[in-house]
């Protein structure tokens, strides 16, 4: 599903944010990403969805070389992977509801489908009671759910969660990553980074760790 | 529907939204004032042709013979006129129907029932056959019996040598007044981009390509180019009925029914395509230069 070869980033001012990086995710897997901050992680994230593009070596996402796209191809590239990042970036100027429509309006899709898709994704995280709340209200662990539901609703075939359980209780950051566990069940590739040890020791699913922007 | 019209009616929908606010209309507001200035020199340019051509344009001279002449050397006169190469039509006015046109102007019927006696001479109006009509007026002067020659088509031409002048004027006025239209709604555009950055980088983040992110602020610069082009045939409306209050009076005393028409149908449509293309293309201008700069991070 997703494969790193040497890849490498080095930013213009000199900072090596990974070196000589390689990896390979199966489809259906469930790995993790644990590393200290500044180890690298956010940024070997954005590299899968194209945010960021490798200095050298390959990304490869579902058999495509991410780092040849051509821009009007990177679209497309997104709408197959749910991105869950620490700041949520949810929208504030609109409801729950709209939050998790967003995905689905811009594939044309007819309004009544959207929303019945938008409605289950909610309640698989279990925020469907909240639909018309504005994201403002909700709780640290429901603005994640509601990020997850977001990234999810157009069912892609990966996921991507960058320190989902930072800023969360103990009991939140469980209920979140059981969440993530159940879309895995259902065959969603999972790739998520932290730096809470204790939590992924308890899942038992591959580690990979990141130092000092090599995977060792 | 397919996707593809649904999302087109999502970008219009969503652009109307942004338009039916204070800032959209008072954006609108402002390009209809500007576009009002040439929409409405055109519209009086027109009115001021259709005045122009009822007066002649065919080269015409004005013959006065002497009050006293007797009508044996008007007739002489005639038949010297009609032999002439360089004359195409005559036409003789006696005195009798010259008063007749007179007294049915307004006021004039009193003044000349007060007179007792017919004070015009007999005239006759010449067509010349071609427009040099200086020699040939000169020439006929010189008949016996002519008391004052009248070449009287010059004004005419003079004033289509300014009707010109008025529409080169309004030419150059429109096309800057229409960079001045395309510059606002660049920055009209560019302040909607700005307030929507985050629901932008968001969507992009979730994989909307750039023809999904355009699509409304192309509608957006479509519809305030166009809501600017009603606007402005409202204004010219409405200025064209206040001046028509003191045209109307001004006409009647000369005996006319003249009044300052709106711009024909077509006119007007060419306006509002002209300020809607205008809008759409400083959206284009606003989104290409100031979309790209928006990517998630």
């Known amino acids: 599903m997703v494969s790193f070869s040497a890849v490498a980033k080095r930013y213009p001012g000199g900072k090596t944010a990974l070196e000589s990086v390689s990896f390979a995710l199966a489809a259906g897997e469930l790995a993790f990403l644990i590393g200290r901050s500044g180890a690298g992680k956010s940024t070997l994230l954005k590299l899968i969805p194209a945010i960021e593009r490798p200095t050298s070596g390959a990304v490869i996402v579902s058999g495509q070389n991410v780092g040849a796209l051509q821009r009007a191809a990177i679209p497309y590239l997104r709408r197959n992977i749910g991105l869950v990042f620490q700041d949520q970036k949810l929208l504030y100027d609109r409801s729950v509801f709209d939050n998790v429509m967003?995905?689905?309006?811009?594939?044309?899709?007819?309004?009544?489908?959207?929303?019945?898709?938008?409605?289950a994704a909610l309640d698989k995280v279990g925020l469907l009671a909240r639909e018309k709340s504005n994201p403002i209200e909700l709780s640290g662990g429901e603005q994640q759910r509601l990020a997850i539901a977001r990234a999810v609703?157009?069912?892609?075939?990966?996921?991507?969660?960058?320190?989902?359980?930072?800023?969360?209780?103990?009991?939140?950051?469980?209920?979140?990553?059981?969440?993530?566990?159940?879309?895995?069940?259902?065959?969603?590739t999972v790739l998520i980074a932290t730096h809470d040890l204790a939590l992924v020791e308890r899942f038992g699913k591959r580690v990979l760790h990141l130092a000092e922007g090599r995977l060792g | 529907m397919t996707g593809w019209l649904r999302q087109h009616r999502a970008a219009l929908r969503t652009a109307l939204q942004r338009l039916w606010r204070p800032s959209g209309l008072a954006s609108a507001l402002v390009i209809g004032i500007a576009v009002s200035l040439p929409a409405g020199g055109y519209a009086l340019l027109e009115s001021l042709r259709a005045l122009a051509g009822r007066a002649t344009l065919e080269p015409?001279?004005?013959?006065?013979?002497?009050?006293?002449?007797?009508?044996?050397e008007a007739d002489a006169l005639g038949r010297a006129l009609r032999a002439d190469p360089r004359v195409s039509k005559v036409r003789f006015v006696p005195r009798e129907d010259a008063l007749k046109q007179l007294s049915?102007?307004?006021?004039?019927?009193?003044?000349?029932?007060?007179?007792?006696?017919?004070?015009?001479?007999?005239?006759?109006?010449?067509?010349?056959?071609?427009?040099?009509?200086?020699?040939l007026a000169a020439d006929l002067a010189k008949l016996p019996g002519v008391a004052h020659v009248q070449a009287d088509s010059a004004w005419a031409r003079r004033l289509g040598a300014l009707e010109r002048l008025g529409r080169l004027g309004l030419w150059l006025l429109a096309a800057l007044l229409g960079a001045g239209l395309v510059a606002v709604i660049f920055n009209t555009i560019r302040l909607q981009i700005?307030?929507?950055?985050?629901?932008?980088?968001?969507?992009?983040?979730?994989?909307?390509?750039?023809?999904?992110?355009?699509?409304?602020?192309?509608?957006?610069?479509?519809?305030?180019?166009?809501?600017?082009?009603?606007?402005?045939?409202?204004?010219?409306?409405?200025l064209l009925a206040a001046l028509n209050i003191e045209v109307r009076s001004l006409a009647e005393s000369y005996g006319s029914s003249f009044r300052l028409?709106?711009?024909?149908?077509?006119?007007?449509?060419?306006?509002?395509?002209?300020?809607?293309?205008?809008?759409?293309?400083?959206?284009?201008?606003?989104?290409?230069?100031?979309l790209r700069e928006i990517e998630p991070r």
């Open chain 1, 102 to 119: 967003l995905p689905l309006s811009l594939t044309g899709q007819p309004p009544q489908e959207a929303a019945r898709r938008a409605r």
């Open chain 2, 60 to 72: 015409q001279i004005s013959l006065f013979l002497r009050p006293e002449a007797k009508r044996a």
């Open chain 2, 104 to 135: 049915a102007v307004e006021g004039m019927g009193e003044v000349i029932a007060s007179l007792g006696r017919n004070p015009l001479p007999d005239a006759f109006v010449v067509t010349a056959s071609e427009h040099a009509l200086e020699p």
């Open chain 1, 153 to 188: 609703v157009n069912r892609p075939a990966l996921l991507i969660a960058d320190e989902p359980t930072a800023n969360l209780d103990a009991e939140s950051a469980a209920k979140v990553l059981d969440i993530f566990v159940a879309f895995n069940q259902v065959g969603v």
């Open chain 2, 194 to 238: 700005l307030t929507q950055r985050e629901e932008i980088e968001v969507s992009k983040l979730i994989g909307a390509t750039d023809a999904f992110i355009r699509r409304p602020f192309y509608y957006l610069g479509l519809l305030q180019g166009a809501a600017g082009g009603v606007f402005a045939l409202a204004i010219v409306a409405g």
């Open chain 2, 261 to 290: 028409a709106f711009l024909p149908a077509a006119g007007a449509g060419i306006v509002l395509a002209v300020a809607a293309g205008l809008g759409w293309l400083g959206a284009h201008l606003s989104v290409s230069r100031h």
